[in-house]
Each structure stands twice: as structure tokens, then as C-alpha cells.
């Protein structure tokens, strides 16, 4: 693209050179105020002025069916300091920092402490500002680890004293109109991509549905399964409650280590939930357990592990597979450890993925806030029982079909990780003067 006829040196080192008519400031100067949001507890209502987190601000639309609310007394003790009007602009500070929103609605609200609001003064465009944060401009001065990751806090203080680049007003507006249509265009690739993997875990899925409820012999004869939700299987199958063909028993051991007990290394829910296998390649933490429980727990190949409460019934009994035997981690407490007895291991955590065995889990989840699944629901759940040799071809069947599949998402996760960057050293170079944008730039 073409480039500014004259530069001049920022004096800056990672900054380099800007156009010749552009300045730089510090967030402050440029601001009639950066302020925070609440700095109590608020009270939740059903019916209330919303109140807005940063959850609410990461997507193009809020939902005013599923925001916070506060009652109005509370959200005029808040608007005394913080009095946020169409225009301004919101930026999380905490949890997932970097998130910027343009006020463009007329409803009152007011704002969490991980949010704070910024006025910008008239030779500022605020939609140019919100492009600028997307810049990897911030990341020169906020480190990785503080933005947009988790549990993080970027203070006030260390807002104000952004340095931001500040074209003329009408070459902000020009610019901040051209990312608007470019990102857009980016932002619709990446959504068909990400679409694109939805289709390929559902693509997943109905594979294992269909191996390990009906086999991979399509001409099988069927039979009825006597039970609603799993409708007919192959003629010579048989089905058993889990407790006939494993051993499941809900874990004990905590992450608190005491003087008398042995040192393990404790396979935590994190660990189950974000991975489907477990092997070596894991980070485990330190803990002790005692004798009895690192007999009862300690993780071998073949072992099924699952989540046993969360606070969504969705992510209960979330299956992992132990993949090798281990000398010394142990499973670890919120989790169910099942140990196979006439079953084969593999296949019983392919069964685990299924939406039949998910189904069933999610209605005999108990709780309010957090969902709990007994271990005698584990142990009633309905499970499909093939030959010893048919599982192992079952097995291998889901291995092949899933790694095809795998291959695919790989390959679409690379593309939307380059297309995010592009997105990224677009918005950098048009908010630092790399590139000229015009008008008529198409």
C-alpha cells in the first residue's frame, strides 16, 4: 500500500518513524476522564439497570436478556463518579484486558470495576481509539502476560499513561472507516472458519455415536434396546449398567499437602476437562495422599477419568482417557475415576463422548449454582457391551476417522491464527502511519 510522503523519528525506539503531521500523547492528556466501575458488591436484580462486565462487551451486540442488573438507588450512587454517555468509550481492565466498546445506545447503565470509562477530548475519535487498542501498539507497553489473558488488573494509573499516536481528526475518522471495513471482512472469514471447526467436532461426534452404538458393520442386523434414547442396537450386543463392566469411584484426594502423608502428583479437573488424554506431556501439581488412596487412585493405562460436578450441567462427566501407566499422579478431587474390569478402556471413553451417555448425565445432574452427579449415577448409566474384539475395531475405526478429521482442524486453526494476525499488523500499520489510508482505498 502506498506510504506517507515524509516521516519523521518518534524518538521512540519501538515506535521508529511516523508521519510527519502526526503527534503522540500520553491517554491522559488527550482524556477529560478515565475512570473505574463500582467499587462494592453490588446487589442483583431481576429488574434493574444493567450492569455491564466485561463478559458483556466482548461481543457486537450486548444481550439485555442475559446482563447483570442493579437496583436503582445503586446505580445512582454509581453514576456520581462514573456518568457514562453515547460516545465514550469502555475498556476491561481486568480478567481479559484490552476489550474496548463504543457507547452507541441511549440506555442507562452503569459499569463493573473490571471496566472503566474514557472521555475522550473533541481532537480524539473514539473509534479510532478502539482500533488503536487493537493495535500490537498496546502490547509494546503492556506486556503479554497482562494483556487480554486471564486474571489480570491493569491499573489506572498505568491507562493514563498510554502513549497514544494521534493523526489529524479527519485522517482518524479515515482511517478508523477503512479498519471498520476491513476488519469486517476479516472478522466474516474467521467466523467461517470458526464455524468450520464447530461442523468438524460435530462431524467427530456423530462418528463415535455411530461406532460405538451401532458398529462399523453396516449390514448388521438391529434390535431394540429397550431404551428410548438409544433405540436399536446390533442383534448380539448386550447392554450393562456401568458397574458390571468398571469400577467408579469419586476421588478424595485435595490439593492440600500434609506432613503425613506421600508426595503424588494430582491429575486436577483442569486436566480432565481441557484434554481428552492423559499422559506425560502434563504439567501436574504437587499434593499428598495417603497409602489407601494412592492405591485407589493412582492413574493406569486404560483408566477413565470424569469431571463429577461444574457449574453447568454441560460440563459434567467430561471424559479423559489415561493413556500410560504412571508411578506417582493420582486423581485427583471434583473428578470420578473409572476403572474398566470387563471393558476396554478405550472404548469406554469413546461411549463417554457420546450425546446418548451426555444426555443421560446432564438429567441426573443435581444442584442450583453447581451441579453434582453421584457415583451412583455413574454407576446406573447404561452402557453398550460388544465383544471384547469388536470394541478394539471400534476403537481403531474412531482413531483413523478422528485423526482424518483432526488433520483438518489443524489445518483450519493455523488459518484463522494467520488471519488474526493479519488482522492485528493491519489495524498496527494503519494507526501508525506505515501505510497511507484514503478514501478510495478498497
Known amino acids: 500500500m502506498e506510504r506517507y510522503e515524509k516521516y519523521r523519528d518518534s524518538g521512540i525506539e519501538w515506535l521508529g518513524e511516523i508521519p510527519e503531521e502526526w503527534e503522540y500523547s500520553k491517554l491522559k492528556y488527550?482524556?477529560?476522564?478515565?475512570?473505574?466501575?463500582?467499587?462494592?458488591?453490588?446487589?442483583?436484580?431481576?429488574?434493574?439497570?444493567?450492569?455491564?462486565?466485561?463478559?458483556?462487551?466482548?461481543?457486537?451486540?450486548?444481550?439485555?436478556?442475559?446482563?447483570?442488573?442493579?437496583?436503582?438507588?445503586?446505580?445512582?450512587?454509581?453514576?456520581?463518579?462514573?456518568?457514562?454517555?453515547?460516545?465514550?468509550?469502555?475498556?476491561?481492565?481486568?480478567?481479559?484486558?484490552?476489550?474496548?466498546?463504543?457507547?452507541?445506545?441511549?440506555?442507562?447503565?452503569?459499569?463493573?470495576?473490571?471496566?472503566?470509562?474514557?472521555?475522550?477530548?473533541?481532537?480524539?475519535?473514539?473509534?479510532?481509539?478502539?482500533?488503536?487498542?487493537?493495535?500490537?501498539?498496546?502490547?509494546?507497553?503492556?506486556?503479554?502476560?497482562?494483556?487480554?489473558?486471564?486474571?489480570?488488573?491493569?491499573?489506572?494509573?498505568?491507562?493514563?499513561?498510554?502513549?497514544?499516536?494521534?493523526?489529524?481528526?479527519?485522517?482518524?475518522?479515515v482511517i478508523a472507516n477503512y479498519l471498520e471495513r476491513k476488519t469486517v471482512e476479516i472478522d466474516e472469514l474467521i467466523a467461517q472458519k470458526e464455524r468450520l471447526l464447530e461442523l468438524y467436532e460435530e462431524e467427530k461426534i456423530a462418528i463415535i455415536n455411530q461406532a460405538v452404538t451401532k458398529g462399523i458393520n453396516p449390514n448388521v442386523k438391529l434390535k431394540d434396546s429397550g431404551i428410548?434414547?438409544?433405540?436399536?442396537?446390533?442383534?448380539?450386543?448386550?447392554?450393562?449398567?456401568?458397574?458390571?463392566?468398571?469400577?467408579?469411584?469419586?476421588?478424595?484426594?485435595?490439593?492440600?499437602?500434609?506432613?503425613?502423608?506421600?508426595?503424588?502428583?494430582?491429575?486436577?479437573?483442569?486436566?480432565?476437562?481441557?484434554?481428552?488424554?492423559?499422559?506425560?506431556?502434563?504439567?501436574?501439581?504437587?499434593?499428598?495422599?495417603?497409602?489407601?488412596?494412592i492405591r485407589k487412585f493412582i492413574l493406569e493405562k486404560g483408566d477413565v477419568i470424569a469431571t463429577k460436578d461444574s457449574?453447568?450441567?454441560?460440563?459434567?462427566?467430561?471424559?479423559?482417557?489415561?493413556?500410560?501407566?504412571?508411578?506417582?499422579?493420582?486423581?485427583?478431587?471434583?473428578?470420578?475415576?473409572?476403572?474398566?474390569?470387563?471393558?476396554?478402556?478405550e472404548y469406554l471413553f469413546r461411549y463417554f463422548q457420546t450425546n446418548y451417555l451426555n444426555s443421560y448425565f446432564k438429567v441426573s445432574t443435581n444442584g442450583v449454582t453447581r451441579y453434582g452427579l453421584g457415583v451412583d449415577k455413574f454407576n446406573s448409566a447404561l452402557i453398550i457391551n460388544p465383544s471384547k474384539l469388536e470394541q478394539t475395531a471400534i476403537v481403531k475405526h474412531i482413531e483413523t476417522e478422528t485423526a482424518r478429521i483432526n488433520a483438518k482442524i489443524t489445518k483450519t486453526k493455523k488459518i484463522i491464527t494467520l488471519q488474526k494476525e493479519y488482522r492485528t499488523a493491519l489495524i498496527s500499520e494503519a494507526v501508525t502511519g506505515k501505510i497511507k489510508v484514503t478514501q478510495e482505498v478498497r
Open 30 to 173: 488527550e482524556t477529560t476522564k478515565i475512570i473505574d466501575g463500582t467499587h462494592f458488591t453490588p446487589t442483583y436484580v431481576s429488574e434493574g439497570i444493567p450492569f455491564l462486565r466485561v463478559t458483556d462487551i466482548q461481543t457486537n451486540n450486548i444481550d439485555l436478556d442475559n446482563v447483570k442488573r442493579i437496583p436503582k438507588e445503586e446505580h445512582k450512587q454509581l453514576i456520581k463518579r462514573c456518568n457514562a454517555s453515547k460516545g465514550d468509550v469502555l475498556l476491561s481492565k481486568n480478567g481479559t484486558i484490552g476489550i474496548t466498546k463504543v457507547v452507541d445506545w441511549n440506555w442507562e447503565f452503569s459499569i463493573f470495576v473490571s471496566l472503566c470509562l474514557l472521555k475522550f477530548k473533541e481532537n480524539v475519535s473514539n473509534r479510532y481509539f478502539s482500533f488503536f487498542f487493537d493495535s500490537n501498539i498496546v502490547d509494546q507497553q503492556i506486556s503479554e502476560s497482562s494483556k487480554k489473558t486471564s486474571v489480570t488488573n491493569l491499573h489506572l494509573d498505568k491507562i493514563k499513561e498510554l502513549l497514544i499516536i494521534l493523526p489529524p481528526k479527519p485522517e482518524q475518522t
Open 228 to 293: 428410548d434414547w438409544l433405540g436399536e442396537i446390533p442383534e448380539h450386543w448386550e447392554v450393562k449398567k456401568l458397574k458390571y463392566v468398571a469400577s467408579a469411584n469419586p476421588s478424595n484426594i485435595d490439593k492440600k499437602s500434609k506432613d503425613n502423608e506421600e508426595v503424588v502428583l494430582l491429575c486436577n479437573y483442569v486436566d480432565v476437562y481441557k484434554n481428552e488424554f492423559i499422559n506425560s506431556e502434563l504439567t501436574f501439581m504437587n499434593a499428598t495422599a495417603g497409602e489407601d488412596q
Open 311 to 345: 457449574e453447568t450441567p454441560d460440563d459434567i462427566a467430561t471424559p479423559a482417557l489415561v493413556v500410560e501407566d504412571f508411578d506417582k499422579v493420582v486423581c485427583g478431587y471434583h473428578l470420578t475415576h473409572i476403572k474398566p474390569k470387563s471393558i476396554n478402556g
